[in-house]
């Protein structure tokens, strides 16, 4: 079997899953949850080829020279799939981020990233940052971590999300000077079909699996009104042409009706927020088939931001309970879950969050959308995917071996996997990085 336990051991963990990559894994002893179904698979077997997962069966599976893992009766399920992250950012601060040691960030991120999968992240879908490198360390099993959809840089216009210049930093255009956000990898900041097209077709051209603009106001970012739409029509919709014609999409950052609403008519695909949207949308979207990739921003202040953010986020926080209420009533609506953790001072309570989601779902519903509901999110990346030999989030035959083992019934008991103590097992690509079973 192959194990990775920590960073010291990621060298010895990468020899050995060169030397076992076609080693079969055989789950016993497990109730199965899918990520789709409403109900558990009782006393179910799984087989794994290496990193895929080759059969799946209430009948027992003969695997001659297999590794027996016996699951002590808990609950096998798909690792958790993140949405929304920016790992290259996720507790670096804005000032050390854009202003400090240029290498800071990413010791940083290396921790950061680790620490994700050991809570059962196993994929998290990159919103935004300097992460190629990271994603390249963690694919080569040099540094542990989840699987990264990349999205490459953040676009935004001048005085849009992304554009945390300081006062002093003139505009490219009037100073012929690289802005420091856009020269340390981390934003384009664009303006016009021409700039917006080349900063797309770079991050494409870099490996990004999808697109992100700011397609409206942020209650992080320093200048912009919340209620603002950010880039025209044309703008959003040439870089929904320049992912199209890669095989690919485009998400957002936005809330509002009118700055999602635009998007949609541009082409673009997914809305990473939505906070402040109104039943018409979420219909359109729904008979659209526009994903709906949202997070619970239930906690209204945040010590790290200023008095002018945190008044943006109070009213995200207001709109986030309307938001919720509509979506669970929409059964056509893919939506799936996310953090958004970023700039913060400890990301511990990641999965945790998904216990903000109880007030309007139950558990089975936040477990969907936390693994199963985000398959054909991640699968819209098409010709741009990273991981095309499989789905993701699902337990079926011929998915990746992305897998926990959590003690009890998630099902009933969100608290079986929000609880870190309760998961028995962490498989990510077939490699065992925890296991408290044997």
């Known amino acids: 079997m192959k194990f990775l336990w920590t960073t010291a051991f990621c060298l010895i963990g990468s020899a050995a899953a060169a030397q076992n990559d076609t080693q079969a894994i055989l789950i016993t002893n497990i109730h199965l949850f899918d990520g789709v179904s409403a109900a558990r698979l009782e006393n179910a077997n799984v087989l794994i080829d290496g990193h895929i997962i080759s059969r799946v069966s209430t009948d027992e599976i003969q695997a001659d020279g297999a590794t027996v893992i016996d699951g002590q009766g808990g609950t096998l399920m798909p690792g958790l799939v993140d949405n929304h992250v920016h790992l290259s950012m996720v507790t670096v601060s804005i000032p050390d981020l854009l202003f400090g040691e240029p290498t800071y960030p990413l010791v940083r ?97 870099l490996g990004a699996s999808q697109i992100k603009i700011a397609a409206g106001g942020g209650y992080a970012s320093p200048t912009d009104p919340l209620l603002s739409t950010q880039f025209t029509f044309e703008e959003m919709k040439a870089a929904a042409d320049a992912a199209t014609d890669f095989g690919t999409y485009v998400t957002m950052h936005a809330y509002t009706p009118t700055a999602i609403n ?61 938001m919720y209420k509509m979506v669970s009533e929409m059964p056509d609506l893919n939506v799936t879950w996310g953090t958004d953790l970023f700039n913060v001072p400890d990301a511990s309570d990641q999965v945790e ?54 003690e009890g019934n ?18 990510k690509n077939g490699v065992v990085y925890k296991d408290v079973l044997n």
């Open 262 to 322: 635009r998007a949609i008519d541009a082409g673009i695909k997914d809305v990473g927020h939505g906070q402040l949207l109104d039943r018409e949308t979420l219909e359109r979207m729904a008979a659209e088939g526009v994903h709906l990739s949202t997070q619970p921003f239930t906690v209204c202040n945040e010590p790290q931001l200023d008095a002018f953010s945190n008044a943006k986020l109070n009213v995200v926080c207001q709109g986030t309970a309307n």
């Open 109 to 205: 991120a290396v921790r950061d990233a680790e620490e994700m999968l050991m809570r059962g992240v196993t994929t998290g879908r990159d919103m935004g940052g300097n992460i190629f490198g990271l994603k390249k360390a963690i694919d080569e099993d040099i540094v542990p971590g989840p699987r990264i959809y990349p999205s490459g840089r953040f676009l935004s216009q001048t005085s849009g999300h992304f554009d945390f210049r300081t006062k002093a930093e003139t505009h490219r255009a009037f100073s012929n000077i690289e802005p420091t956000p856009d020269r340390l990898g981390w934003v384009y900041t664009v303006d016009g079909v021409p700039q917006v097209l080349a900063a797309a077709r770079e991050n494409l051209r």
């Open 353 to 406: 969050q998904l216990e903000r989601l109880l007030e309007w779902f139950e558990p089975v519903e936040i477990l969907k959308q936390a693994t199963g509901n985000a398959t054909s999110l991640l699968a819209m990346s098409g010709d741009k995917n990273p991981y095309p030999e499989g789905p993701i989030g699902r337990i079926v035959e011929g998915a990746y071996a992305d897998l926990l083992i959590v």
């Open 410 to 427: 998630p099902l009933a008991d969100l608290s079986a996997v929000t609880d870190a103590s309760n998961i028995m097992l962490i498989m």
